[in-house]
């Protein structure tokens, strides 16, 4: 099992950014808020360079990840998926290619695809971080079990501003410089 009570370090660490698309967003609760936070996350991985991965549910019948998240991850190939969870085989391999013990979720739904993901993760011996503040779901209800449940399995149930400076680690650095205006 992974160290649940290691400290988060970019050469342990991943981000996973999970199914944030257009047309399930209009109806998340906080949508705005949530893309938000889910953009300062990917912002501050990529100064940090924590590896950045996302994923797609049906992007046939509920489009393409939204403009604001895909403007951030320029470049990314993004992990087509049918099941709820993202544990599958093109994730499972991207990840051990990868080598990081340590995995930061973030996307939509709570209740749904980022729970069972954590879950699947959490069973594979990743520690799992879920930032609350860019996750969502449709119900704050169903949401706030999810993160009850989440945590109740071993993962750790955060928020972005803290696991963004517990990578970063230090005050001082050119990365703490440009990490600033990235959480304020």
């Known amino acids: 099992m992974a160290d649940v009570l290691g400290k988060l ?44 991965l996302a994923t797609e549910q049906y992007p046939a019948g509920l489009g393409r990840t939204c403009e604001t998240i895909q403007s951030c991850l320029e470049g990314i190939t993004y992990i087509e998926k049918m099941s709820f969870s993202a544990c599958e085989q093109r994730l ?42 860019a996750v969502g779901s449709r119900r704050t209800l169903d949401a706030a079990v999810a993160f009850e449940r989440m945590r109740q399995a071993g993962a750790i149930v955060t928020t972005t501003e803290s696991v963004t400076f517990e990578l970063l680690g230090r005050a001082g650095t050119e990365a703490f410089k440009k990490i600033l205006p990235i959480v304020k």
Not at 9 to 35: C, F, G, K, N
């Open 92 to 133: 499972i391999d991207r990840l051990a290619e990868l080598d990081r013990s340590q995995i930061i979720v973030v996307g939509i739904e709570a209740h749904v695809c980022v729970q069972q993901t954590t879950l699947d993760l959490l069973r594979m011996g990743y520690a799992v971080y879920v930032c609350t503040d």
């Open 9 to 52: 370090r970019p050469e342990t660490a991943a981000l996973l950014v999970i199914d944030v698309q257009d047309r399930l967003l209009p109806a998340i609760s906080e949508a705005e808020q949530r893309v938000e936070y889910i953009r300062r996350m990917i912002e501050a991985a990529k100064v940090l360079q924590v590896p950045i």
